[in-house]
């Protein structure tokens, strides 16, 4: 009923930004949160950040290791969300993924990731 696609990865240097993007479409007004995962190879999904979807403001949180660097929003109007990675370190090599999660009855959607790679 939800259909996630993820955009904007790709390589950067150390120290580089870059902005990923989420499309969603299909069922979204039953979207409570959205979320931004990674996996990098050999290791578990991470969470890293979520945005609520039925506050107007929009209230959000972070993993301790992309606090201060990542920045998640979301554009409604669109249906996007956005996930803005600052400073940007070789750790960070991953596939990101983009999620939508419905609280009842219980459902995630999964987008089809992106590959980010940060290297010089």
């Known amino acids: 009923q939800v259909q996630l696609v993820e955009s904007g990865g790709g390589l950067v240097q150390p120290g580089g930004s870059l902005r990923l993007s989420c499309a969603a479409s299909g069922m979204i007004g039953s979207i409570d949160v959205m979320a931004w995962y990674r996996q990098a190879p050999g290791k578990e999904r991470e969470l890293l950040a979520f945005?609520?979807?039925?506050?107007?403001?929009?209230?959000?949180n972070y993993a301790d290791s992309v606090k201060g660097r990542f920045t998640i929003s979301r554009d409604n109007a669109k249906n996007t969300v956005y996930l803005q990675m600052n400073s940007l370190k070789p750790e960070d090599t991953a596939v990101y993924y983009c999620n939508a999660k419905i609280l009842v009855p219980s459902q995630n959607y999964w987008g089809q990731g992106t590959q980010v790679t940060v290297s010089s």
């Open positions: 945005i609520s979807s039925f506050s107007s403001g929009g209230r959000t």
